[in-house]
């Protein structure tokens, strides 16, 4: 639409492959014809100047061979162009051209041509000057308050000012701190420079100031030297704005008032001519160039500010007024009197499109075609809303409004793990200790129904689990292809990873553009991590997993770990894993009960897991869908809080190393900031045994930063022990209160948070806080309850009493006939009454101590039910006995 769009009044193009920035465009009567008109003076980094004068013969004409007043190869680059009074004895304008190593000042004139070709134009070489540091940009004005003429300050890429008084070099000055050149402006009304420095402070300096400084050329004296050759260099007044700026530009309203404008990456600024903050605007955009001019309305300011999307905004102040689509990225933007013409705004982009616009709509010419009356027959058209609400009615009946229908997947991915592990192993590290550390090999298959573009594939899997590549991308797919990966996935620690199962996910965009993602989850044999080991008949954590059919030969469960000394035993099978570890695995002869035993609690896990998984496949295999697993004994709560004191133990433990390290670190520098002062002085003076309490700091430094690594060595691995239980402990409560699917899920994701374990924010925190949600929804007593508000802030415990609290609670109101459900409508109604009663989740001390009596007295029923139903000792050889 052309109401959003800049009207286009002339344009061209400027050479080819040539780069502009936002110094190379000026607007001015750089040729002294006293007219009013300016003139479009343009350079570039490839050294061409040029200078335009647009006559359009009707608006959006492009620009004709007239219309280019003058062309000339400079040979340098050219940084910047400006026009001002910059020859002595003359007030006429002249041309300055910033070039790398160069000041050139030219005189622009034309000859009345007599033929039909018209006007021509030269410029003359007034005066240059060779740079001895390399400029970055320039800015001009009557400095000192001359009259008559304009003085030139340059900046050099270290951070230099030179001022030349036109024809004549005056001063250099080296700004404080300066590390990278910034942009420059000069106010007229305060005589200052206006720049932002490498910190992100706008920093102002006094002319007079820098004018009786230091010379830059005396930098490199003695340090008595430079007291004597003039006062030091102090900043008038300075103000953080806390990012970058693009650009500076100063408006003087009246002889009494004045404002910096700043342009920064993501706001712009206005301050006063003394540092403080007039106003600011948040910007949604990143701009490119911006260009402040006076307003009709009095004591307002308009800015225009180009951004990277093509758009021209138009602000009063803070208010946007109007906002244009430009056909190009503007880096520099002027308004000026072109032909006539007022108020034309001028844009340039990087690769040389210079066109002159407006603001402003065109009338539409069009209008809208008259429709045809007609009668309407109203019978009809209530037999057709008849037809149509009983349609809905119908649909409304179905199960949903649109049938379902299977949607074929664009990209099908699908993985095949070897059965077997690869012969030669593909870890970097072959051995854990006294075990060779096995490989196996993972396919990934990807079919494409249609043309896919950019896929890129991941794949992950726990640690301490790794793979020899885990990233693969695939630029473009034809229709009806498959492509296939493989890598190797192999054990890097001495410790068990919490799961064996992995995920492989794509990530791809169709034709059209829309992205999508496809998933495909896998499982690890369990011979990577585990070998065949010796059956022990002593252990210290025990689990007795009960079912409803007879019990299976281990050697049929179990084939690739059987001893070939003790093939004739069926019911007993030993595991070892890598890193020495072992697990035993008995299955009783008269009872359908199998027992898993080991001297980890943790390490219970992956067998008892695989022991079922593998008895469902079995009997899925015989036709049988009813079998089934269950756990009668005693939830193993205090070994489950061993683990998690211990994790949360280590860190503690990190947290005082981190503070350790940080006074050692205070103490350091301050030790260094001290043996500086005394090597500073002139007078030498005793160390005092500085170097010796440097030496032993850094050498406390460095064992502080060796045990923070050994200790997050071993938080991670306490952290994958404790995944490894909280995995058991779902396993046993999804089978000793016979959970569904969604009820086990709800559990995983309360025990199991997705996010990273660090000091900030641990595995301990977040556990009680999805804990204590699901105690006071669907495991509340009352309603009354469920209305308590949860806190919004997780901190970090004082200890861990609490947690171990609220899980105790958990299993508690699980065993009295709770159910898990995140529903509102199903959560916790009013009317169900749990057997015994449940106790609410403590709110104030009282409470706290109730609990505590609580969870006292489970602990002891717990410990009453182990001893009340002993298990008799069994010897490998025999089974379980009953």
């Known amino acids: 639409m052309s109401l959003f769009k800049a009207r286009d009044w002339w344009s061209t193009v400027l050479g080819e492959k040539e780069e502009f920035d936002q110094g190379c465009l000026c607007l001015a009567d750089v040729d002294n ?35 280019l007043l003058l062309e000339v190869h400079l040979q340098d680059p050219i940084l910047q162009v400006e026009v001002g009074k910059f020859v ?86 080296f700004l404080p701190g300066s590390l990278l050149p910034g942009p420059l402006a000069y106010s007229s009304r305060t005589d200052s420079f206006i720049t932002v420095s490498s910190c992100r402070h706008v920093e102002s300096y006094k002319y007079q100031v820098l004018a009786f400084a230091t010379d830059a ?41 004045s404002s910096v404008f700043v342009l920064g990456e993501r706001n712009f600024f206005c301050l006063k001519d003394n540092g403080q903050i007039q106003f600011m605007k948040k910007l949604d955009y990143s701009p490119s160039c911006f260009l402040p001019y006076c307003s009709v309305s009095e004591g307002t300011v308009n800015t225009l500010i180009g951004n990277h999307h093509c758009m021209l905004h138009v602000f009063q102040d803070v208010t946007l007024k109007w906002a244009t689509q430009l056909p190009h990225v503007p880096v520099a933007v002027r308004v000026g009197s072109l032909h006539d013409l007022k108020g034309v705004i001028v844009t340039l982009s990087d690769d040389g499109h210079l066109q002159c616009s407006y603001l402003g709509t065109d009338p539409s010419l069009f209008q809208a075609p008259k429709v045809e009356s007609r009668e309407l027959n109203y019978d009809a058209l209530d037999i057709e809303l008849k037809e149509l609400q009983k349609i809905i009615r119908d649909v409304n009946k179905s199960q949903g409004v649109w049938p379902v229908t299977e949607r074929e997947d664009d990209l099908k991915i699908s993985v095949l793990v070897s059965p077997n592990l690869d012969s030669v192993s593909q870890a970097p590290d072959a051995e854990v200790g006294t075990d060779l550390v096995p490989s196996v090999t993972v396919k990934v298959a990807l079919q494409t129904r249609v043309a896919v573009q950019g896929a890129k594939l991941s794949v992950y899997v726990p640690l301490p689990l790794v793979l020899s590549c885990d990233r693969f991308t695939f630029e473009l797919m034809a229709p009806e292809t498959t492509r296939t990966v493989a890598f190797s996935v192999y054990l890097k620690g001495s410790f068990v990873p919490p799961e064996l199962e992995g995920s492989a996910v794509v990530s791809y965009s169709r034709p059209t553009g829309i992205p999508r993602v496809s998933q495909c989850k896998f499982r690890l044999p369990l011979k990577l991590v585990c070998l065949p080991g010796q059956p ?118 990190g947290e005082k190393l981190e503070e350790l390290l940080s006074e050692r670190a205070v103490q350091f520098r301050a030790i260094q900031r001290r043996l500086l002062t005394r090597f500073k002085d002139k007078t030498p ?24 690594e050994e200790n997050q060595d071993s938080l991670f691995q306490s952290l994958t022990r404790l995944k490894s239980a909280t995995h058991l402990m779902i396993l046993l409560i999804g089978l000793w209160q016979k959970l569904s699917a969604d009820q086990v899920a709800i559990l995983e994701a309360a025990f199991l948070p997705l996010q990273q374990d660090t000091q900030e924010l641990g595995w301990e925190e977040t556990v009680d806080a999805a804990v204590s949600y699901l105690l006071k929804t ?105």
């Open 88 to 173: 002595s004895g003359t007030e006429m304008l002249h041309l300055a051209v910033l070039h790398s190593r160069k000041l050139c000042v030219y005189s622009v004139s034309g000859t009345l041509g007599n033929v039909e070709h018209g006007n021509q134009y030269q410029i003359k070489l007034m005066y240059e000057h060779n740079l001895q540091r390399t400029a970055c940009n320039m800015t001009y004005g009557s400095f000192g308050g001359v009259k008559g003429r304009d003085l030139i300050c340059i900046q050099s890429m270290d951070g230099i000012l030179m001022v030349f008084e036109q024809e004549s070099y005056a001063f250099g000055r």
């Open 536 to 653: 022990s008949k002593i252990a210290s954590h025990k689990l007795t997993v009960d079912t409803n059919k007879s019990p299976v030969s281990l050697l049929s469960l179990f084939p690739g770990f059987a001893n070939q000394s003790e093939d004739d035993q069926v019911n007993v099978m030993g595991f070892r894993f890598l890193g020495g570890s072992q697990v035993t695995l008995l299955a009783s002869k008269t009872s359908q009960r199998y027992r898993i035993q080991s001297e980890q609690f943790e390490d219970l896990w992956l067998i008892t897991n695989e022991l079922i998984i593998r008895l469902q496949d079995y009997f899925e295999k015989q036709g049988i869908k009813d079998f089934t697993c269950s756990f009668s004994g005693s939830m193993p709560l205090q070994e489950y809080f061993e683990l998690i004191d211990h994790h949360f133990e280590l860190r503690l433990n």
């Open 217 to 257: 050329d005396k930098r490199q004296e003695t340090e008595q030297q430079k007291l004597g050759s003039g006062k030091r260099l102090v900043v008038d007044w300075t103000l953080n704005i806390g990012e970058q700026a693009l650009d500076i530009s100063i408006m003087s309203f009246n002889q009494s008032a």
């Open 778 to 882: 669907c495991l509340s007593k009352s309603s009354k309850e469920q209305a308590l508000n949860l806190g919004s802030q997780l901190t970090k415990p004082k200890d861990t009493g609490r947690l171990k609290k609220h899980i105790t609670l958990l299993c508690d109101r699980l065993a009295k006939g709770g159910r898990l459900c995140l529903s509102a409508d199903t959560a916790a109604p009013p009317t169900m009454v749990m057997p015994g009663g449940c106790a609410p989740i403590p709110e104030s001390d009282l409470e706290e101590r109730a609990v505590e009596q609580d969870s006292a007295e489970l602990f002891t029923s717990h410990q009453h039910l182990v001893a009340e139903t002993p298990v008799p000792e069994v010897s490998p050889l025999q089974g379980i006995s009953e």
């Open 685 to 708: 003076a005793p160390l005092q045994h500085l170097d010796t309490l440097l030496d032993g700091t850094y050498k406390q430094i460095i064992a502080l930063a060796d045990a923070i």
């Open 33 to 67: 014809t006293g007219n009013g008109q300016d003139k479009i003076i343009v350079g570039s980094f490839m050294g061409y100047l040029r200078i335009f004068n647009p006559h359009p013969v009707k608006t959006g004409d492009g620009a004709q061979a007239e219309d």
